[in-house]
């Protein structure tokens, strides 16, 4: 169990373009789910936190118009990248922690590789 | 805000050696888990051990959280443990993981 995935693995887009990156727990419901930033040979850098129904909180340094957050379910949430320009290009990675059992240990998804062009 | 620092930044091991990576961290935490993130980017969930020890097959951790540090065993090592080890924290009154800095493991056959 703990099956967390994300759609799409990675994507091309030209800049200016927004586009929508979607993670799911498959086989829990998520308390809290969170999204992550990796640069190249760099580690993870939390973007923002958010609870379903509830508005995300975002890191500092990190633009809210310019990465919406919406979590619509206690098994999906979204981020939209707005106007996306070349220093957007990153690895985007989702996390979510179980309701059901330990609220605390979080599990991630795939990733998302993004190329603004 | 919490500083989580690992090390090596770098090893590499022959096929079938041991090693031993290290987590320090500068405050208490609630949390801390290990990670592995294979050539593909997929974070591998190794160990939720926010203190005490644990161990998994070929792999085993120890936290001593009094002492703000944890460590990470990997005992008879194989060319697919091969990939970046990420420790994170969950700092006393945060809701969310705070990565270190990682350590990079290379296994040749």
């Known amino acids: 169990g703990a099956v967390v995935s994300q759609h799409p693995s990675w994507v091309i887009c030209k800049s200016g373009t927004s586009v929508k990156i979607e993670c799911r727990s498959l086989?829990?419901?998520?308390?809290?789910m969170f999204w992550y930033r990796q640069f190249p040979k760099q580690s993870l850098m939390l973007m923002a936190t958010?609870?379903?129904?509830?508005?995300?909180?975002?890191e500092q340094g990190v633009e809210k118009d310019k990465f919406l957050i919406n979590h619509a379910s206690l098994t999906l949430s979204t981020l939209t990248v707005t106007s996306a320009h070349p220093e957007d290009s990153s690895f985007y990675i989702c996390?979510?922690?179980?309701?059901?059992?330990?609220?605390?240990?979080?599990?991630f998804g795939p990733g998302t590789r993004l190329t603004v062009t | 805000g919490i500083q989580v620092e690992q090390s090596p930044p770098d090893l590499i091991l022959q096929e079938g050696a041991n090693s031993t990576l290290r987590c320090n961290f500068s405050d208490s935490v609630n949390n801390l888990q290990w990670f592995h993130q294979n050539p593909w980017g997929q974070l591998i969930n190794l160990f939720y051990i926010p203190s005490g020890t644990k161990q998994n097959g070929r792999l085993s951790a120890t936290t001593v959280a009094t002492e703000r540090y944890s460590l990470l065993y990997i005992s008879s090592s194989q060319t697919t443990d091969s990939g970046v080890y990420f420790c994170?924290?969950?700092?006393?009154?945060?809701?969310?993981?705070?990565f270190g800095t990682g350590t990079r493991l290379t296994v040749i056959p």
């Open positions: 996390s979510a922690s179980r309701r059901d059992t330990n609220p605390y240990e979080q599990y």
């Open positions: 994170a924290v969950e700092h006393v009154g945060a809701n969310n993981l705070f």
């Open positions: 958010s609870n379903e129904g509830s508005k995300a909180t975002y």
């Open positions: 086989d829990f419901q998520a308390t809290t």
